[in-house]
């Protein structure tokens, strides 16, 4: 690890923050004021943003990104933003900047379709998990458009299945009362360039919001080029007690995956591609309705209903046998109608949340072996039906209990959840073989309390249930007899696809808040998630195949604290640290690509992969002047088992430390930014597995890992007319 480097750093940082302080306090002439932060208000304990609550009404740990932190990140994917957030992890298993696996509580948030979810993300009240395997294309989230991102860690009845580690509200923007032209570009290392247009504002009732944007790069490995096209438009109407928005995006990407490196390759070119080819390439259109209608006494009526149509093409090359190419067509649609009641009961405050939602999925999936020609290797189809129903009442049970400023918020939710496979298989070799039905259903509670000593101390308590139904592409290959082809993808004929169980989680959390000054806040989370019947997935490397299997009982346990402060409104600060700590609790037996034709024996105790114990964050923004911001941002993360390594019999990859500096500056309607990543131009890898070296007699197994990119720079500019 380049410790120098990072001493120098480390010193002219402090020296730059030193000399300019003095010189802010030079030219102030005067005490400043101290100005607070900012109340934070959440919409996501509801299913359909209707009645906010604060965080003092909340029982879990929430965080919340706004639209200015998003810009001033500069990061390029949803998950760059997020891993500002305490205990967020990110994994790159693709080899690209716009697919990386997001984890934290020891679940994960993928695009690949070999990786079990434990996450659920929505954006604008639709979920965006694909009906394939519950992952998650964050190539298709339109992040330039986003408002603001809240994090709830936890189950939480009212989001329903597959929340396993918690859920992810996104909601996008919409016009204003000014209206605005906005021209922006940028460009950088590895060839980036992306240029954006929005045009937003509102002429009486109807507001309106339209944003189109195109970006290009090289990559910094060998033929790793991605291109992203997206335009997205919202339409608002306000009049009276109604709110209503109807939104459209539409995403045509084509993303090249460099994938991961043998250890004998990474050692001499760190930018190789090992299977030059493999790409993703999706279409998306999505439309979605949002209305809110008061209807007096305290009560409103939210109503979403959404269509989403997703065309997505998967290449994978592969130097061992033939090379896939998959084909997914997915057409989705549904709604979601909840009832809120904001009202007081014997004087008190209480809010009432009822919903009932449904979809439906028609999935197709075509997978194709390719040699010199193209073979159909199977086809099957899945229609989905989801119904879930809702509810949850959020009480103050007292004031003045013990203190003269406390009070006490009981918090209670129920959820009930049915989920339908039939499944089709019309495969060119015994067709009908996998064609049958599943189904899954879960009744799942919460309750919380939230004890607030006063408005700048409150501690809560909450027990949750978590469930999650194994998806389509999991029960067709849950057969290791008859298991997928393709790493990444695919379906199998396979008779047994009912043989899955659902994924069940207990989860046990108590949190303390603080605000000890205007100043400064800060929380603290302790966490126990049990889960029963995880589902894992089981890859042969040398075959190029992956099956799914139960693995009994697993833990996820931890401690997440934060620190978040905003002195004398130029100088802001943050510090974050979590303990994540997930394990298997039974023995078990798992097929490995480490030892192909043969098992491991995973011992109760032993620690889930990718899941690093230890992980701090901390970032400095200093306001130089009123038009110029310099930031400083640290990340570490801490040691990690390869995928493949359950047993935990293998060295790790190494923990690594990460530097990145930026600065911005507004002047009258035009602004700018320069962004240095990686500045300490750290080598260090954040993915490893097991497989196959193809390029070697004897195809031993080697550790395969994805190296991180070096320091690199981007710079940007906007103009608003």
Not at 339 to 357: D, I, M, P, S, Y
Request: proline share 5%; glycine share 10%; net charge negative.
């Amino acid at each position: 690890m380049p410790w120098h480097r990072l001493r120098a750093a480390a010193v002219f940082a402090i020296w730059l923050v030193l000399s300019s302080t003095e010189a802010h306090a030079q030219g102030a002439g005067a005490e400043l004021e101290i100005v607070p932060l900012p109340e934070i208000l959440v919409t996501a304990p509801a299913r359909l943003p209707e009645v906010p609550l604060s965080l003092a009404e909340v029982p879990a740990s929430v965080q919340i990104i706004t639209a200015d932190e998003i810009k001033r990140s500069g990061a390029l994917s949803l998950q760059g933003v997020m891993q500002q957030l305490p205990g967020v992890h990110l994994n790159d298993q693709q080899g690209n900047a716009y697919q990386l696996d997001l984890s934290f509580r020891g679940f994960s948030s993928t695009s690949v379709t070999g990786v079990p979810q434990g996450i659920s993300v929505f954006v604008d009240g639709v979920r965006v998990n694909e009906p394939a395997v519950e992952e998650i294309n964050f190539d298709l989230i339109p992040l330039d458009d986003v408002e603001r991102i809240e994090l709830i860690r936890g189950p939480t009845a009212v989001f329903g299945r597959n929340a396993l580690a918690g859920s992810l509200n996104i909601i996008t923007k919409r016009g204003t009362a000014e209206q605005e032209m906005v021209v922006e570009g940028s460009g950088g290392s590895f060839g980036r360039a992306k240029g954006r247009g929005v045009m937003s504002g509102s002429g009486g009732p109807i507001d309106y919001y339209f944003s189109g944007s195109y970006s290009h790069e090289d990559g910094w490995r060998d033929q790793s080029v991605s291109r992203l096209s997206q335009f997205f438009g919202k339409l608002g109407y306000r009049e009276g007690g109604t709110d209503a928005t109807l939104s459209y995006q539409y995403h045509n990407n084509r993303i090249e995956q460099a994938g991961s490196l043998p250890l004998s390759r990474l050692q001499v070119d760190r930018q190789e591609n090992f299977t030059v080819g493999d790409f993703f390439r999706p279409e998306l259109h999505q439309v979605a309705l949002n209305v809110n209608q008061t209807i007096g006494a305290g009560f409103s009526i939210a109503l979403n209903g959404f269509v989403r149509s997703l065309e997505a093409e998967q290449f994978n090359v592969s130097l061992i046998s033939e090379s896939t190419r998959l084909f997914n067509d997915t057409l989705s649609g549904g709604g979601t109608l909840q009832l809120a009641h904001e009202g007081r009961f014997w004087g008190r405050k209480n809010v009432l949340t009822l919903g009932a939602e449904y979809a439906r999925h028609d999935v197709d999936i075509r997978v194709f072996e390719e040699a010199n020609v193209r073979t159909l290797r199977s086809a099957l189809s899945d229609t989905q039906d989801t119904v879930g129903a809702y509810f949850q009442d959020t009480a103050e049970l007292g004031r003045g209990l013990l203190l003269s400023g406390d009070n006490l918020f009981l918090t209670g939710a129920l959820r009930a959840d049915y989920i339908r496979h039939s499944v089709t298989d019309s495969s060119p070799e015994e067709p009908g073989k996998a064609s049958g039905r599943a189904s899954y259903s879960r009744v799942t509670p919460r309750v919380g309390l939230n004890y607030n000593l006063s408005d700048h101390y409150g501690i809560y308590f909450s027990y949750s249930q978590g469930f999650r139904a194994p998806a389509f592409l999991e029960l067709t290959c849950a057969n290791p007899d008859s298991p997928c082809i393709g790493l990444q993808a695919g379906v199998a004929p396979d008779t047994g696809f009912f043989k899955l169980s659902p994924v069940r989680a207990n989860n046990y959390e108590v949190g303390f808040r603080a605000r000890p000054t205007p100043w400064l806040e800060g929380s603290l989370a302790l966490y126990r998630t049990d889960i029963r019947d995880d589902i894992f997935s089981v890859s042969d490397p040398t075959a190029l195949t992956v099956f799914f299997q139960n693995v009994g009982n697993t833990r996820r346990e931890g401690i997440e604290v934060g620190l978040h402060g905003l002195y004398h409104e130029w100088l802001e600060g943050y510090v974050n640290y979590a303990y994540t700590r997930a394990t298997f609790r039974d023995d078990v037996e798992l097929a490995s690509p480490r030892t192909p034709g043969s098992t491991q024996q995973v011992q109760d105790g032993n620690s889930l992969p990718l899941t690093p114990n230890h992980r701090v964050n901390a970032g400095l923004r200093y306001h130089l002047y009123k038009w110029l911001t310099i930031s400083l941002n640290l990340t570490y993360v801490g040691d990690q088992f390869f995928r493949g390594d359950e047993a935990n019999t293998q060295p790790k990859l190494d923990d690594y430390i990460v530097l990145n500096a930026g600065l911005d500056l507004h002047w009258r309607r035009f602004a700018g930014f320069v962004k240095i990543n990686n500045l300490n131009n750290n080598k260090y890898e954040t993915f490893g597995t097991f497989a196959p070296n193809a390029k070697l007699p004897g195809l031993p197994i080697e550790p395969f890992l994805t190296p991180a990119p070096p320091i690199n720079v981007l710079v940007g500019a906007s103009y608003r007319f």
